[in-house]
């Protein structure tokens, strides 16, 4: 891990910050933003660090809360950041995903939510604008509400070509503009719906998660609701890579920030049970692209009867990477040596719904 790393903890009764300098022990600090469920927390270090959190207050509603003094003191907005257009008929539920743009964009923020569509901002997180070729496209009135809701909760920008992004959306799959926003097409080839008529549809997949190799943006990683996948080509294609896991259900899944063969995942048992395989708490990792999978125990419990969500695991930019994941019940775990070896950050926290590592 690195020399210095804040982990963010977003839960559904607010956000906790884990701090750690070299092997100290990790210092806690929380609740920031008190019973605010944060589904969305985002690490921006194009500039001076910037921590973005998506909260949703049962009284005041969703919003975006920055802090650029690492979690010292916290802006709320006066009005809200995010809001539909009048004449959409549609108002703001939650802020699933915040994503810093690219490098050569500092300025550029994009935040995904409930109901599905797509926002982006130009002033690092300030206020945000409708994109609206993505929720004006021919589909979207077709797109359904999985489990968690109907939601768009990936976003990925390209690392180098502003005009590239590709989002995932339960349940609605996978879809990629390379204009900027202006066009949308739904890039699904090969993931399977076993729940639909045809089973390999243009769009309606209930994908879970999506990552991307930042030094190999053309390859992408994708959790479905049953199904894990690799796309090489731009997520156009995607085959399976779940040969090897002990089940394909899961939500999370995360890449390497240096080793594009390097991927992470958590297996869970599907459908109705939904606790990791066995109940053995085990984060699995592949370091040839999902050809072959290894399960990582060390430090880890063996009686585990709970899950990590779509948005609770994720690693820092360190070399060994460290790796993370927050459970619903509240655990969160640190892994050093590319998830050779586990510890305890946190116990007994409220379920973790949101999880980022900042370093520097």
């Known amino acids: 891990m690195s020399e210095r790393v804040l982990l963010l903890i977003g839960t559904r009764k607010g956000l906790w910050l884990a701090r750690r300098r070299g092997r100290a022990a990790w210092e806690i600090t929380g609740p920031h933003l008190p019973m605010a469920e944060i589904c969305a927390v985002a690490a921006d270090t194009r500039g001076a660090p910037r921590i973005l959190v998506g909260a949703s207050s049962t009284h005041f509603g969703p919003s975006v809360v920055t802090s650029d003094d690492l979690g010292a003191s916290w802006q709320e907005p006066e009005s809200a950041p995010i809001a539909f257009p009048s004449g959409t008929g549609a108002a703001l539920e939650r802020v699933w995903q915040l994503a810093p743009g690219p490098v050569d964009a500092p300025e550029v923020v994009h935040a995904g939510t409930q109901p599905s569509a797509l926002f982006?901002?130009?002033?690092?997180?300030?206020?945000?604008?409708?994109?609206?070729?993505?929720?004006?496209?021919?589909?979207?009135?077709?797109?359904?509400?999985?489990?968690?809701?109907?939601?768009?909760?990936?976003?990925?920008?390209?690392?180098?070509?502003?005009?590239?992004?590709?989002?995932?959306?339960?349940?609605?799959?996978?879809?990629?503009?390379?204009?900027?926003?202006?066009?949308?097409?739904?890039?699904?080839?090969?993931?399977?719906?076993?729940?639909?008529?045809?089973?390999?549809?243009?769009?309606?997949?209930?994908?879970?998660?999506?990552?991307?190799?930042?030094?190999?943006?053309?390859?992408?990683f994708l959790q479905n609701h049953h199904g894990v996948y690799r796309s090489d080509d731009g997520a156009v294609t995607w085959r399976s890579i779940a040969e090897g896991l002990p089940s394909d259900f899961g939500f999370p899944i995360v890449t390497h920030p240096h080793r594009p063969d390097v991927v992470f995942g958590f297996p869970l048992t599907a459908d109705m049970r939904r606790f990791p395989p066995g109940g053995r708490c085990r984060v699995h990792r592949s370091e040839d692209a999902g050809e072959t999978w290894t399960a990582l125990s060390e430090g880890l419990p063996d009686q585990f009867w709970s899950a990590v969500m779509r948005d609770a695991m994720c690693t820092d930019d360190a070399d060994p990477a460290g790796v993370y994941f927050g459970s619903r019940s509240g655990e969160v775990y640190a892994g050093s040596g590319d998830g050779d070896r586990w510890e305890l950050v946190a116990a007994h926290l409220p379920d973790v719904l949101s999880l980022r590592a900042m370093t520097w």
């Open 120 to 220: 982006r901002s130009e002033d690092r997180g300030r206020t945000f604008q409708l994109v609206r070729g993505l929720w004006d496209h021919p589909h979207r009135e077709r797109w359904e509400p999985g489990f968690g809701g109907q939601a768009v909760h990936t976003v990925l920008a390209h690392p180098r070509d502003p005009s590239r992004v590709v989002v995932a959306m339960s349940a609605g799959g996978v879809y990629r503009t390379e204009d900027g926003g202006s066009s949308w097409l739904a890039s699904n080839t090969g993931i399977r719906a076993y729940f639909l008529p045809d089973e390999y549809p243009e769009f309606g997949q209930c994908v879970h998660k999506i990552a991307q190799h930042p030094a190999r943006p053309e390859r992408f």
